[in-house]
């Protein structure tokens, strides 16, 4: 077996796939970092740069005075932290529960929130939207349906960090990922910590907490990055600019109805404004998520 994996040829050939996956990674940022760095009228007469220019800096500087991009990292930042300490919350608790309590509808309670990764938000977006805008009419659905009584209270979650990141915490993938590694803790542990006059809470809190570190960071920067691009919730919860997140942000300098050219450099630039946080989380958490995905040190 050694013998095959040292093979040149076998060698040569890991070496170009790896390159190849590095150009496709790689690629779309230099090119967007080439494209940040010349001029519109350049863009707009030869296409995407291919070789850098000498207009970065000031084509950052039209970014940062022409858009409150400040302003919309700090939203995007907040929602997306939002998220993610509820999504771990959520799927941390819920997998604990799936586990470690035993009742008869469990597997069903669990298969049935793992079939919810069929309705992603896309399918979703109409009656989240409705919940958003009036968080007490389902209740109020329910109250005039089965009791006849009218509910007048209203609760408008648009706009707001709430209405951005309650819906989105929901996470039957973050419950999966947590299930899986508790089912892989012996159940030694849970019978020394019953022993030892240790409950549940406190054998989640003290135990299962500190050993799932590497899942934590793993699924963290996940729903992070995911939360952090997301563009169709925030683009239909918001109406007012100051709750903008840096992915509207960056579609405020494509025109709409002024027939003007669209600006790609600037849109390059302020795309390479919004990649540098999520490159500070991955770099932060690069270790524990590589853990987390591949299993090593749990």
Request: glycine content about 6%.
């Amino acid at each position: 077996m050694n013998m095959v994996e040292r093979h040149p040829l076998l060698k040569a050939t890991t070496l170009v796939l790896l390159m190849l996956s590095l150009v496709f990674a790689l690629g779309p940022i230099y090119l967007a970092l080439c494209s940040a760095s010349v001029t519109s009228h350049q863009i707009l007469l030869h296409g995407l740069a291919l070789l850098p220019g000498k207009y970065l800096w000031e084509n950052l500087s039209a970014v940062l005075h022409r858009a409150d991009i400040g302003h919309m990292l700090v939203n995007s930042c907040v929602v997306s932290l939002i998220v993610v300490a509820g999504k771990l919350a959520l799927a941390s608790t819920s997998a604990f529960a799936a586990v470690y309590f035993r009742s008869r509808v469990r597997h069903l309670v669990f298969w049935g929130t793992f079939i919810t990764l069929l309705l992603p938000l896309e399918v979703r977006i109409v009656p989240t939207y409705a919940v958003a805008s009036d968080l007490f009419e389902p209740l109020r659905s329910i109250l005039t349906l089965f009791t006849g009584l009218h509910l007048h209270a209203s609760l408008n979650l648009l706009d707001s960090y709430t209405g951005l990141s309650l819906p989105l915490m929901a996470s039957a993938t973050g419950t999966f990922l947590f299930r899986q590694f508790y089912l892989t803790v012996p159940a030694e542990l849970s019978e020394a910590a019953r022993m030892d006059g240790a409950g549940p809470v406190r054998f989640f809190v003290d135990i299962l907490l500190p050993l799932s570190k590497a899942n934590f960071a793993a699924l963290g920067t996940i729903v992070f990055l995911t939360t952090w691009k997301d563009y169709m919730w925030p683009l239909v919860a918001i109406s007012r600019p100051e709750m903008r997140t840096i992915s509207l942000g960056i579609s405020t300098f494509l025109p709409t109805e002024t027939g003007q050219p669209p600006e790609w450099n600037l849109v390059m630039a302020a795309a390479l404004i919004a990649l540098a946080p999520p490159l500070v989380v991955i770099g932060l958490t690069q270790r524990w998520f590589v853990r987390g995905v591949t299993g090593v040190g749990k």
